[in-house]
């Protein structure tokens, strides 16, 4: 059940890409096919009514001249280049032309039959004192284009119209390769199982694909990075809460089994600072996982050191238990913003790591230490222990075993209250922990 919308989902993609190049193609092909046409037909219309503008304007122009030329006594019909004829009287219409005299003053244009096609200019002017009609004809198979001329004009547009999609094609195939290819080799890369370890585009792919895969790489690096939070935070929770509620569960079952009011006193003691420690685990727990940043809920307190005793009280018995000498080393008074329990879950997690990396192997002469320096803008946490690890030498944040335990919640810490973390190598041996504080107005 739960594979089947995994495939159901990949089998949709893979289709939908494909469709979507084919549908291009023929979207594109049916564009320019109807493009083509358009230019064909307009090429051909334009040319036929330049032909015929060309001839009637040419009959309109002619017609003062001729008027000039029967007013100065030139008989008719009056014939003029070319092939225009020209005359007022209507015994000279040829009967193949009909009744011309019919057409109303001013006409211009071409006269269509079934066998004869003509140019006609029909006007009229004064000659003699009298208004006579003017009528300038011109046989149109004299003027327009052959049929010859009319095909090779047809085979260069349809050369022409051919070229365009040609054209157009090798602009589908460029924009093929920029703009659906990469899409296809995303569409791939994300239904592969498991993802590859980074997503890439052919460098030929346009800017923005670009933009989109490197978005891709940065919201998973980000998504791995939460969920190692996640298990960072199930880890510290688990180990936080558990060592305080096995001291209840213990301290409670002593109470029944001995009466006596100092050791039931001790009990009830124990009790209440493991309750205490759990409170404080899960407010700072509930700090980090809140929606908005408690920058201004908390306003800066200085760091004391009686509040720094207790905070590492905890963690400064677990090093004794195991012969690591801690020394705290006052140079400052650092002002804070988190609270107290975010300041344990900060150092607990710094010295915690330091024990653990505890050194078995020292000289005779040197014993494990762990060295806590406060100034003002730092607070510094030196260890002799093993060292970082190649892995966290190269990246830190990455590793959660040894000095990595934690380090995602205190990166994360920091980053809420701008603080910034650094680790590295202590000289000969050990590590280097660093809190850099910002200055707070107080």
């Known amino acids: 059940m739960l594979n089947q919308p995994k495939v159901s989902r990949t089998s949709t993609s893979n289709t939908t890409a494909r469709s979507f190049v084919g549908r ?45 030329q029967f007013q100065s006594g030139t008989p008719e019909p009056l014939v003029l280049p070319p092939n225009i004829t020209a005359f007022y009287s209507t015994n000279f219409i040829p009967k193949k032309y009909g009744q011309l005299q019919n057409y109303p003053l001013g006409f211009n244009g071409e006269i ?77 890369q994300l239904a ?61 079952k002593l109470l029944s089994k001995k009466p006596d009011a100092d050791f039931q006193l001790r009990q009830q003691e124990r ?45 400064v018995n677990l090093a004794k238990k195991q012969h690591i000498e801690v020394t705290i080393n006052w140079q400052g008074n650092p002002y804070v913003q988190p609270n107290s329990a975010v300041i344990k879950m900060l150092l607990s997690n710094l010295l915690n790591n330091a024990i653990n990396a505890r050194c078995d192997n020292l000289p005779d002469d040197e ?24 892995i966290e030498k190269g990246q830190q944040q990455s590793d959660m075993s040894g000095h990595g335990l934690g380090l995602v919640i205190i990166d994360t810490l920091c980053h809420r209250y701008n603080w910034q973390f650094t680790l590295k190598s202590n000289h000969p041996r050990g590590c280097i922990a660093t809190l850099s504080l910002p200055t707070l107005s107080h």
């Open 24 to 68: 291009l193609s023929v979207y594109f092909a049916f564009i320019g096919v109807l493009a083509a046409g358009i230019i064909y037909v307009t090429m051909i219309f334009i040319l036929q009514w330049v032909e015929d503008e060309v001839s009637l304007n040419n009959l309109r122009e002619s017609a003062p001249y001729v008027v000039k």
């Open 112 to 188: 269509n039959d079934d066998s004869h096609e003509l140019f006609l200019h029909r006007d009229e002017f004064l000659l003699d004192g009298e208004v006579v009609q003017l009528y300038l004809t011109m046989p149109a198979d004299n003027v327009e284009l052959s049929n010859a001329q009319w095909k090779s004009i047809s085979t260069f547009s349809l050369l022409f119209t051919l070229g365009l999609l040609i054209l157009l094609g090798y602009a589908l195939i460029k924009l093929s390769k920029r703009l659906i290819e990469p899409i296809n080799d995303l569409s791939k």
């Open 192 to 252: 592969k199982q498991p993802l590859p370890t980074t997503f890439s585009v052919n460098t030929s792919a346009a800017k923005e694909f670009g933009i989109l895969t490197d978005s891709l790489n940065s919201y998973r690096q980000q998504n791995e990075t939460l969920i190692k939070q996640e298990q960072a935070f199930a880890r510290y929770a688990s180990h936080e809460l558990r060592t305080p509620l096995s001291i209840v569960v213990g301290a409670a």
């Open 271 to 315: 009790i209440t600072r493991a309750a205490q420690d759990m409170q404080n685990t899960v407010d700072a727990l509930l700090n980090i996982v809140k929606q908005e940043k408690s920058d201004n809920s908390n306003p800066p307190r200085q760091l004391t050191e009686q509040e720094l005793n207790q905070t590492i009280e905890t963690a």
């Open 367 to 390: 014993t494990s230490w762990i060295k806590i320096t406060i100034l003002d803008n730092q607070i510094v946490i030196e260890d002799n222990g093993q060292g970082l690890s190649n």
